[in-house]
């Protein structure tokens, strides 16, 4: 077999998470050395399994040599391999029909500062509804324990709770806030990814080449979709549809990874 060198951009440990994660979070470990050999990892692999499971994202079940254990994804492990998203959890996660509004007043001259707080609100997946107003469903206690700037003083910040007295529909407060438009293309262009899936007979040549762009894809995803609560998402939502695509094209990952660690 011959070793697929591809620019991951990631750490060849976290590569090997988001395979393991992809095949159902657990091989044996013949089938992790596999894995490992031909997805081009780098290291030795019992060295790094153990870096894993020191650092909590794995756990080696069994005795004996690496090849006689069974290597499982812990739920660290697969919050890492999905890039630190739940999609499923967080369409099932409820809303007590509240917005989180953060509005900030920071001199144009501040630059670096406004650049950070605006990456920072957008690393929790607040939409931006207009100047310095943004907006999220959920409560801001992970937002604000982020905000360790000494020179952001409180009167450049205001946190408010509130709920639409206007007239304005919870619908359009979603398609003001967040660029679904684009979000609906990066989807499209993803389910087509998706189906380009290799059958369960190709060689890691060609599951490795679909893994790199299907990685990256999945990426982007992830960077644009706020992943709100069901009863927010809007009509033509390819949320749900391209997450249950993924999981069949995973399944057959799973089972090309068994034929292949057969050898």
Partial sequence: MRSVRLGWGMAGSLRFLFCLGAVGGELTGAAARVLWENLSMEGRLGQQLKRLETAGKIVLLGEGRIDQRVVRITDEGQRVSLAEIDPPARWARGWDRRWRIVAFDIPESSTALR???????????FGWLQNSVWLSPDPVEEFRAQLVEKDLVPESLTLLEATTVGGESNDAMVASAWDFTALAKSYGAY????????????????????????HRAWRQIVRLDPFLPTELLPSGYRGQQAWAARSEAMAVLASAVARLARG
């Fill in 115 to 125: 650049t950070r707080l605006r990456r920072r609100l957008h690393a929790c997946r």
């Fill in 191 to 214: 389910l087509d990814i998706l189906r380009l899936c290799p059958g369960r007979t190709r060689g890691w040549e060609a599951w490795a080449k679909w893994l790199y762009i299907e």
